[in-house]
């Protein structure tokens, strides 16, 4: 016999993912369609992947995040730990001969430096024009679902700062959102197989957790394409490849996902994964002295920009 009160405690818990899920996911759809620096959205990620693995030693140290929080203090060359083509290839489910090829482009447009030892994003790749407004911008995004979150009552309590921040340390917060960013396409490349299905996949599980149980509309290629500025043929192409595995319907006016209710196990573990990803990303943004640094923001801005008469 069920517990009626357990049984509305797992609802309530599977609605606030819902929610959550609905604002994160199309978060993540924001960054990866605007790109990073101006790169295409899988570059984007493998760029993050490498930057994100060249700086992992430092993210445990205390005074060099210290050092490296502002948007104009990249962690220098000779502090950054060269990633294999292998080791990215592998955490980006990628095979490795697309790795390959996809690093050999970045090194050609300056994003990456290989050697002997590995594969860097150098600094000043991470000082350039195009990354300083792509980091400015994923950071103000960033603030935005912060204010969305909270104002909507989704974020557990966050802990204390440990760092006492004049303002939001950019690059730091930046570095904690691709975090997120790497872990969401993780999680979804999981159930999907592939990096790629799971860029074309994760409009139509925004689109799911809107629905909310209510009539979910499909969306054309067409549309999943300028989503995720992609070309449409690699979306109609992905599509294609997700119907065929029964993650995805088609249909005269487009694909949707096949559990529209995201009733199943492999979505609703991956909704209460996201929500935990999500908490854990702001409380790492809040220890950092981001979130109080936003708030101190708040404080100081004019009467107007409060929208106080």
């Known amino acids: 016999m069920s517990d009626p ?25 924001d960054m990866a369609g605007q790109g990073i620096a101006g790169l295409k959205p899988l570059d984007s990620l493998l760029m993050m992947a490498i930057n994100q693995a060249n700086i992992a030693p430092l993210t445990r140290d205390p005074a060099a995040r210290s050092r490296y929080g502002a948007l104009e203090s990249p ?71 912060y204010r969305m979150l909270s104002g909507r009552g989704l974020l557990e309590p966050l802990p204390a700062a440990n760092y006492d921040e004049d303002e939001p340390p950019v690059r730091g917060a930046v570095r904690l959102m691709s975090d997120y960013l790497l872990r969401t396409a993780e999680s979804v490349g999981g159930r999907t197989g592939d990096l790629l299905a799971t860029l074309v996949i994760l409009p139509l599980l925004a689109a799911a957790a809107g629905a909310d149980g209510g009539a979910l509309a499909p969306m054309s290629v067409a549309a999943l394409a300028r989503r995720l500025q992609m070309p449409a043929e690699t979306a109609r192409r992905q599509a294609a490849a997700l119907v065929e595995a029964g993650s995805c319907v088609s249909g005269p006016r487009g694909v949707a996902l096949a559990d529209a209710g995201l009733t199943s196990p492999v ?35 004019p009467a107007d920009a409060k929208g106080v008469a």
């Open 75 to 145: 962690a220098p060359d000779a502090e950054r730990r060269p990633v294999s083509v292998r080791a990215v290839a592998v955490s980006m489910r990628l095979p490795y001969e697309t790795a390959r090829r996809k690093i050999k482009r970045l090194e050609a447009q300056g994003v990456v430096v290989i050697s002997e030892a590995g594969v860097v994003v150098p600094a000043a790749f991470l000082l350039s024009p195009h990354y300083l407004d792509a980091a400015r911008i994923g950071h103000e995004r960033l603030h935005g679902l």
């Open 5 to 29: 009160i357990q049984d509305s405690t797992v609802n309530d818990l599977a609605a606030r993912d819902r929610q959550v899920a609905v604002l994160a996911f199309n978060f993540v759809l």
């Open 267 to 301: 979505w609703r573990s991956l909704l209460r994964e996201n929500a935990v990803a999500v908490q854990r990303m702001y409380a790492g943004l809040a220890e950092r002295g981001v979130v109080a640094a936003w708030a101190q923001m708040a404080l100081a801005a």
